[in-house]
Structure formats: C-alpha cells, structure tokens
C-alpha cells in the first residue's frame, strides 16, 4: 500500500504517521500542502495531525483552502480513501468532507492522555479489524476535540452507521471528555471513503509505549 | 470603507469560553449576569466606496472562510 501523508505549515505529526504506516509495511510519501496534484499510485491519503496555521481563526479553517485540498476533495469524490487524524479531522469538517464541526473542549483544557475509546461500527474500510463493542487503548491530545452536529444530521450519522468510536470507559460505557455530542470522538462520510478521528492510532503502535492497539485501526485500510 | 464582522456560537450550542467567564463573574460577585457569550471581532479594511458590493462581498468571505457556518451566526457592519 502506498500512503501520501499530508504537509501544512505547522503540522507535527507527518513522521508518526509515516513511521507507522512503513511499521506495517507500507510505502508513504510526504505530501507538501502546495501541490495540487496527488500521487496517482497512492491508496490512501492521511491528513496527520498538528497545528496547521496556528490554528488560527479556527483549527483548520485556513488548511482547507491549500491547493492540495483541492487535489484531496477530487480524490475523495471518486471513492479514494482518506483518513484524518486530529487536526486532519478538524480540517476535514472544514472541508465540508466530513459532517459536523469540532469545537473547544468543554472544559476549555487541551487534554492529552490515553483514553478508552469504544468501537461504535467496524462495517467499513477502516475499523474492519476491531469488533463492534471493542474497547481500544488510544491516546488523545486536542484542545478542540469537542464534536457538534445538529439533530437531524446527529440522526443521519446514526442511521447510515457514520459513527466509528466513541470516548468510553474500559467497559465500552460513553464518556464525556470533551463536551462532543454522545461522546463522539470519530466519524465518517456517507460514503464511507473518507473518515475522521480526534485519537491518534498512529501512537499507539508498541506496548511498551502503553498500547499496541492502534496497529489493528490503520491495519483495516488494507484490507 | 470598514466592515466589520461579528461571529458567535450560534443560539443552542454550548459556548465553553462563554460559560467559564460567566462562572468567574458570578465568583466575583456579579450576580446580574444572566448569560455571557464570546465571539471574535474581525474587522477588514477594504479599497472600495460601494457599500452594496462590499456588503456582498464580506458575506461571502464569511460563508467562506470567517464563519463555520455549522456552529456561527455572523453580523456584518458597513461604514
């Protein structure tokens, strides 16, 4: 498999997300967010996390408009999968490629530690290694994680199975960590190509490191 | 000409800067305060005298860009 892993000014975690793909094996290239073009060999695009910006204005807001979003959007239109992670995530609501919006955390505190997150639906390319039910070990570090969507698009996500992990406790009980709406802390698009988390699997690749289950996540985009 | 632009949370979603601030008036012994909402001010400084194609123009940076049209309302003032 061939991964492009995204680049904005302010991004920090393109070397995780590489060093985590090429642990399993695959191939990636880092993208530079002035290109308008991807790769054309490439199976998935990961928009990694970060500060892309500063976070100015609001977390993605300004990354969206690169040109390589424009390249992503294309992508993401004709069925190619991309995952964001983070501030990948906050970029790719932005986007208006994935629903919903992220906000401040409730608690206004950026909160970075390891978090049991339950797996809500694993009917898709990227969760299809975990059971539904299944309690993952992964950590988190976001100041604005705090997922909001409205009614009728909260009941659309529940309907087409768009909702992927939730903030849990060890025994799959919801959690409320940051305010999000029914302790969201992933989703997908109604196509299920395109999918987004606040959680970083990407650290979560060594048990001595505190969990190894991030392997099983990003192993479901080979599939 | 000078537009500026408001934007807040809209009515309904929770506002968590908003809701720390009111908790630390009350503390303070502000007790009147029934609701604080914090937005940001964005004012631009635009090279043209036509108010209409100003106004036209700023609402479409904020659907754009200056607003999440998903969690903000917006106001914009022309002068």
Not at chain 1, 133 to 145: C, M, Q, R, S, T
Request: charged share 25%; aromatic share 8%; glycine share 8%.
């Amino acid at each position: 498999m061939k991964v492009a892993v995204l680049r904005f000014p302010g991004t920090n975690c393109e070397f995780d997300t590489e060093y985590a793909f090429e642990k399993l094996g695959h191939t990636t290239e880092l993208i530079w967010h002035e290109e308008a073009k991807l790769p054309e060999d490439i199976d998935l695009v990961v928009i990694p996390g970060g500060f892309s910006y500063g976070d100015y204005l609001r977390s993605g807001s300004i990354a969206r408009f690169s040109p390589v979003m424009k390249a992503v959007k294309i992508y993401a239109d004709n069925g190619g999968k991309v995952l964001g992670i983070c501030n990948g995530f906050q970029i790719l609501t932005e986007a208006g490629l994935l629903p919903g919006a992220l906000k401040r955390n409730n608690n206004l505190h950026f909160i970075s530690k390891h978090q049991n997150l339950c797996v809500i639906n694993n009917n898709n390319a990227f969760l299809n290694q975990c059971t539904k039910g299944e309690v993952l070990n992964i950590p988190i570090a976001h100041a604005d994680g705090n997922y909001y969507i409205d009614e009728e698009g909260f009941k659309k996500l529940e309907d087409n199975g768009q909702i992927l992990l939730r903030y849990s406790d060890e025994k799959g009980n919801p959690v409320v960590i940051n305010g999000s709406v029914t302790s969201i802390a992933g989703v997908c698009n109604e196509a299920k190509n395109v999918f987004g988390l606040m959680p970083h699997p990407e650290r979560a690749l060594e048990a001595i490191l505190g969990s190894e289950d991030g392997i099983r996540m990003l192993k479901g985009f080979e599939a | 000409m000078t537009a500026t632009v408001n934007v807040f949370l809209k009515e309904g979603v929770l506002d968590p800067q908003g809701k720390a601030a009111h908790h630390a008036l009350d503390s303070l012994g502000f007790d009147d305060v029934k609701d604080v909402r914090i937005g940001k001010q964005i004012i631009l400084q635009l090279d043209t005298d036509d108010k209409v194609k100003a106004e036209a123009e700023v609402k479409e940076m904020c659907e754009t860009l200056l607003a999440n049209t998903v969690i903000e309302d917006y106001t914009i003032e022309i002068n």
